[in-house]
């Protein structure tokens, strides 16, 4: 059965948050420090990414840090972001650059998860068409519209596809309009479903929670979305990866350690 070959995950920053952003009506007043994750796939036919972090500069210069972040509080603080936690400097330590990436995919279009394409110029860029639509009504307030500018050019995708031999893209809504998961098959360990924020943490997995925060409200199809995840779970014999969960991120190799 085709394969990739590579998984290495990347900690682009962290974020800290009140529990209910992740699950929904339970965690009023517990606050937790989450890891904001990219993963960099390699293949037999290219490199690909699952989402790129946050925009650098809007975390480390003060005005527009205030002019994005501000109005969040006092649920969720401004994101922790080093220099060395930008993807060129990851590509670097394993002596590529952003033009060794093959195909850019965004799970969904919130600031820590796509901000960073302001790194990755002239990138293949794929993400739902339901998406970018919603993105582009102004709505959803994890949404950057600047961070949307070059969305023209991106290729839009309107259901489940392989990106290439061993790596399927999978249809979650809920969190967001178009938020897509993904299945990667690899040679050595059993097959890997990034969830995204399909599920910031395990307890979303474990307790068939929805994320606190979902389009137009639609828990339902939130909860679907992570009983989809887990029925094919069960029948690929995969692991399910959550997002935000710090406790599971530390047990993952630590980069540039990787999962094959």
Same mark, same amino acid.
């Given at each position: 059965?085709?394969?990739?070959?590579?998984?290495?995950?990347?900690?682009?920053g962290?974020?800290?948050?009140?529990?209910?952003?992740?699950?929904?009506?339970?965690?009023?007043?517990?606050?937790?420090?989450?890891?904001?994750?990219?993963?960099?796939?390699?293949?037999?036919?290219?490199?690909?990414?699952?989402?790129?972090?946050?925009?650098?500069?809007?975390l480390t210069?003060?005005?527009?840090?205030?002019?994005?972040?501000?109005?969040?509080?006092?649920?969720?603080?401004?994101?922790?972001?080093?220099?060395?936690?930008?993807?060129?400097?990851y590509?670097? @330590?394993?002596?590529?650059t952003?033009?060794?990436?093959?195909?850019?995919?965004?799970?969904?279009?919130?600031f820590? $998860?796509?901000?960073?394409?302001?790194?990755?110029?002239?990138?293949?860029?794929? #993400? $739902? @068409?339901?998406?970018l639509?919603?993105?582009?009504?102004?709505?959803?307030?994890?949404?950057?519209s600047?961070?949307?500018?070059?969305?023209?050019?991106?290729?839009?995708?309107?259901?489940?596809?392989?990106?290439?031999?061993?790596v399927?893209?999978?249809?979650?809504?809920?969190?967001?309009?178009g938020?897509?998961?993904?299945?990667?098959?690899?040679?050595?360990? @059993?097959? #890997?479903?990034?969830?995204g924020d399909?599920?910031?943490?395990?307890?979303n997995?474990?307790?068939?929670?929805?994320?606190?925060?979902?389009?137009?409200?639609?828990?339902?199809?939130?909860?679907?979305?992570? @009983?989809?995840?887990?029925?094919?779970a069960?029948?690929?014999?995969?692991?399910?990866?959550?997002? $935000?969960?710090?406790?599971?991120?530390?047990?993952?190799?630590?980069?540039?350690?990787?999962?094959d």
């Amino acid at each position: 059965m085709p394969h990739a070959l590579k998984i290495w995950t990347l900690l682009t920053g962290t974020i800290r948050y009140e529990k209910i952003i992740s699950t929904r009506n339970r965690g009023h007043g517990q606050w937790i420090e989450a890891p904001i994750l990219a993963y960099l796939i390699e293949t037999p036919n290219g490199r690909i990414l699952y989402d790129v972090g946050c925009d650098y500069r809007k975390l480390t210069e003060t005005s527009l840090c205030a002019h994005y972040f501000d109005c969040m509080r006092p649920t969720v603080e401004a994101p922790k972001m080093q220099a060395d936690q930008r993807i060129p400097h990851y590509l670097e @330590r394993l002596g590529l650059t952003p033009a060794d990436i093959d195909l850019v995919f965004l799970g969904h279009l919130h600031f820590d $998860h796509a901000g960073g394409l302001c790194d990755l110029p002239d990138c293949e860029v794929h #993400v $739902h @068409r339901d998406e970018l639509a919603a993105a582009r009504t102004g709505l959803d307030g994890g949404i950057f519209s600047d961070e949307l500018i070059n969305s023209d050019q991106w290729h839009l995708q309107t259901g489940e596809y392989e990106l290439t031999p061993g790596v399927q893209a999978i249809t979650t809504p809920g969190h967001t309009a178009g938020h897509m998961s993904l299945l990667i098959r690899l040679p050595k360990s @059993r097959p #890997v479903i990034l969830c995204g924020d399909a599920a910031d943490l395990n307890e979303n997995l474990s307790d068939e929670i929805a994320p606190g925060c979902c389009w137009q409200n639609n828990v339902e199809q939130a909860l679907a979305s992570i @009983r989809k995840l887990k029925l094919l779970a069960r029948s690929e014999h995969a692991q399910l990866w959550p997002n $935000h969960d710090m406790i599971f991120f530390k047990s993952l190799p630590e980069f540039p350690l990787w999962c094959d």
